[in-house]
C-alpha cells in the first residue's frame, strides 16, 4: 500500500502504531509480573482512547506506564507528547521508543538502566500519548484517495479541518499552502493571540527569512475549536501532571536542537517552577547531541 511512500519504512505508521499498542496491550496489561528479578512490580502497561479526530474520526491513545498501572495510585504523573505537527515525526519515534524501554528494561542497550527504570516506574506515573495528530500522520506517510490513487504530503503540517467547508480536502504538495487544516498547537485559548488567521500569509522566521510557509499556522476558527486539544486539555486537567514533555522537530531550522523550558514572559513573568524546569531543560540539553556531532542542544 505504501510502496510509492517518499519515507523510509523504519519510520512508525498509523496502523503499525496501533498494531505496537494491541501487541503491548496482548503482552504486558495482564502480566502481573512482567520484569525478571523484580518483586511486585504487577501490571506495567495500561491504555485507553482520550478522544477522537475532528474529521476522521481517529482514536487519540493515552498510554500508563507504572507499577500497578491498572491501579489509580497517589504519585506525581509525567506527560510525554509525542506528535502534534503531523510532518514532526520524530517526536512519534522517540514516544514509541520510551515506551520500549520502559517496558523492557533489561532489552538489549537498556541494561545499564534497570535500576533508573525500576525507580521511575515504582515512584511514578508516565503517560505517553505518541500522537494527538494521527489525521496529520495518515497524510505524511500517505493514503489512498477516493480514485483509488496514492496521496502523499510529509511536508503537511496540520490536521484535516475543513477550513472553506466545500467539504473536500484541500492540500498542496509541499511546505505551506494548504488551505484546509489547523495548527494543533496553536488551538489552545493560551496565546491564543499568537497564533494566524484563517489564510494570513507567512512572514518566514528569524534566521531564515526566505522560508515562507503560508497557511500553516492557522490556529482555528476559534480556541479549542479541534477535538484533538480538547482531548489534550481535558486529558492534563483531569490527571493534574507534575510535568510534560511535548515532542517537536523543526522544518526550517528556525526553532531546532533546543529544550525550551515554560515559562518567561516579556522578561519578567517567571513561572514560579521556572527554576527547577529550566534546570532539567538545561541537563536534559547536554545529553542530546545536535546533528552534526559538534555539540549539544541548546537550553532556552
Not at 135 to 159: A, C, M, P, T, Y
Not at 221 to 228: A, G, H, K, L
Request: hydrophobic letters at 35%.
Amino acid at each position: 500500500l505504501f510502496s510509492d511512500s517518499v519515507l523510509s519504512d523504519r519510520y512508525t505508521t498509523l496502523s503499525e502504531l496501533q498494531e505496537k499498542i494491541n501487541m503491548w496491550s496482548e503482552e504486558y496489561s495482564q502480566n502481573e509480573d512482567p520484569y525478571p528479578n523484580a518483586f511486585g512490580e504487577g501490571i506495567i502497561f495500561h491504555h485507553e482512547i482520550i478522544g477522537y479526530t475532528g474529521i476522521d474520526q481517529l482514536p487519540i491513545w493515552a498510554i500508563k506506564l507504572s507499577f500497578n498501572a491498572n491501579i489509580d495510585e497517589d504519585e506525581p504523573k509525567v506527560l510525554i507528547l509525542g506528535q502534534c505537527h503531523a510532518e514532526e515525526i520524530y517526536g512519534l519515534e522517540i514516544a514509541v521508543e520510551l515506551i520500549e524501554w520502559l517496558l523492557n528494561p533489561h532489552a538489549e542497550g537498556n541494561s545499564t538502566y534497570w535500576q533508573s527504570i525500576y525507580s521511575i516506574m515504582s515512584e511514578s506515573e508516565i503517560w505517553v500519548i505518541p500522537t494527538h495528530n494521527p489525521e496529520g500522520l495518515n497524510i505524511v506517510h500517505g493514503w489512498i484517495d477516493d480514485l483509488g490513487q496514492f496521496q502523499q504530503d510529509e511536508s503537511f503540517r496540520k490536521n484535516k479541518y475543513d477550513a472553506n467547508e466545500n467539504g473536500i480536502f484541500d492540500f498542496v504538495y509541499g511546505i505551506g499552502d494548504d488551505i484546509d487544516g489547523v495548527d494543533l498547537n496553536r488551538n489552545y485559548d493560551f496565546n491564543w493571540i499568537f497564533g494566524d488567521e484563517l489564510n494570513q500569509l507567512d512572514t518566514g522566521c528569524s534566521g531564515n527569512s526566505s522560508y515562507l510557509s503560508n497557511y500553516d499556522y492557522y490556529r482555528g476558527p476559534y480556541p479549542f475549536s479541534e477535538s484533538e486539544i480538547v482531548a489534550i486539555r481535558d486529558f492534563a486537567i483531569d490527571n493534574t501532571f507534575l510535568l510534560s514533555i511535548a515532542y517537536h522537530s523543526s522544518r526550517s531550522g528556525c526553532q531546532s536542537e533546543k529544550v525550551i523550558s515554560s515559562w518567561l514572559w516579556e522578561n519578567e513573568k517567571e513561572a514560579p517552577d521556572l527554576s527547577v524546569i529550566s534546570m532539567l531543560g538545561e541537563e536534559i540539553s547536554q545529553r542530546i547531541p545536535t546533528e552534526d556531532g559538534l555539540g549539544y542542544y541548546s537550553p532556552s
